[in-house]
């Protein structure tokens, strides 16, 4: 017994500092794509990153890394090598850009030195190295190259078999290409593999959304509705709610009496809750679409992304298939490749 509490502490341990340590790999991020535009002289999405907290970054955030051409990558390299070449980087930090590295070198085919970097966030941090790569590998790939953080997650999965978050981010990156299929069944792998109550709500929830693409919406419900067991607060509990309302609309439920259910007496003025304000049918769409504007919450994560994808759910509620497209069309155009509100949209496209 005291194995096993020994066993579930170097779990969360490292869960809690990653969780403390979010803000701080978003800022990280931000710098090197700073450093980046600087080196190539491309033109970047400046606003690419935003903070890493969970329900910011399920509803709409831009993807971490532009698309790069090919002759910017050494000098993307020959910047990390002097990043990593300080002496003052903590050991966390240090982690967070050998997977970038590890990434970029796996772009120019240097799979040798790409592994020999994740060798090394194993040492520099033993037991929360997985979750690092599991963490920034799904937002480099959204740069465009997913063949090389596929790469670079085989890689690591070689050190480390059959890690879940590991297995979840491969499922990540598939769900980026529209392998909806190859992503369940890598979810079904982790969750089976799942260590802690943390990695098996994350599997739920993107199990879910593997569902929900899939166009099986029942199951995708279900495991919305899993995934909210030991979130600690309405915030935290906001995403998966809103997600299993829009795969009880398309599963034919009552998405809206449970969601009043739970939402309580919640205070909803806080983004994202206006659109679970706007379900229930407390606020317009309109309304909706301006705080979605104006909010600055809302601005900093994309909030007009999240606010058409769910104006369009609640239009194929009401049976308005006309309505919902367009909702859906928009959705396409203002949310990125990476975001699981664009592969939502375009998989409902596909079926209306």
């Not at 329900?55 to 090598?81: I, K, W």
């Not at 809103?242 to 909803?268: F, H, P, T």
């Not at 949209?345 to 209306?352: C, D, F, Q, V």
């Amino acid at each position: 017994m005291e194995g096993h509490r020994q066993s579930a502490d170097a779990v969360t341990g490292p869960l809690c500092q990653i969780a403390r340590m979010q803000p701080k790999i978003a800022r990280i991020l931000v710098a090197f794509a700073l450093l980046v535009t600087a080196c190539s002289g491309a033109s970047a999405q400046r606003n690419a990153v935003e903070a890493w907290d969970p329900s910011a970054r399920d509803f709409g955030r831009l993807p971490v890394e532009p698309n790069m051409p090919s002759d910017a990558r050494n000098s993307t390299l020959e910047a990390l090598n002097k990043i990593l070449a300080s002496s003052k980087l903590s050991d966390f930090d240090r982690s967070i850009y050998l997977s970038i590295r590890a990434y970029q070198l796996n772009r120019v085919g240097r799979q040798t030195d790409s592994q020999k970097d994740i060798a090394a966030m194993g040492k520099v941090l033993p037991t929360a190295w997985q979750l690092v790569l599991s963490s920034t590998l799904p937002e480099l790939a959204g740069g465009g190259d997913r063949a090389a953080a596929l790469r670079t997650l085989d890689s690591a999965l070689q050190q480390k078999p059959g890690d879940s978050w590991l297995v979840i981010a491969q499922a990540r990156v598939y769900m980026q290409l529209a392998d909806f299929q190859r992503a369940l069944a890598l979810l079904d792998e982790a969750l089976a593999g799942s260590t802690s109550p943390a990695d098996r709500r994350s599997a739920l929830y993107y199990r879910g959304h593997a569902y929900f693409d899939l166009g099986q919406y029942a199951q995708a419900a279900d495991d919305f509705d899993a995934t909210l067991a030991g979130r600690p607060s309405f915030r935290a509990r906001l995403g998966p709610l809103l997600w299993r309302y829009a795969a009880q609309v398309r599963a034919r439920r009552d998405a809206r009496a449970l969601l009043a259910k739970d939402v309580g007496n919640e205070n909803l003025s806080e983004w994202p809750a206006p659109i679970a304000k706007f379900l229930l049918g407390k606020m317009s769409a309109g309304e909706l679409e301006v705080t979605a504007e104006t909010d600055e919450a809302a601005s900093r994560t994309n909030g007009k992304c999240a606010a058409s994808f769910f104006i369009g759910i609640d239009a194929l509620r009401r049976g308005d298939k006309q309505r919902a497209r367009e909702q859906l069309q928009l959705t396409q155009a203002r949310c990125p490749t990476v975001s699981e509100l664009n592969w939502a949209a375009a998989s409902e496209l596909k079926r209306l």
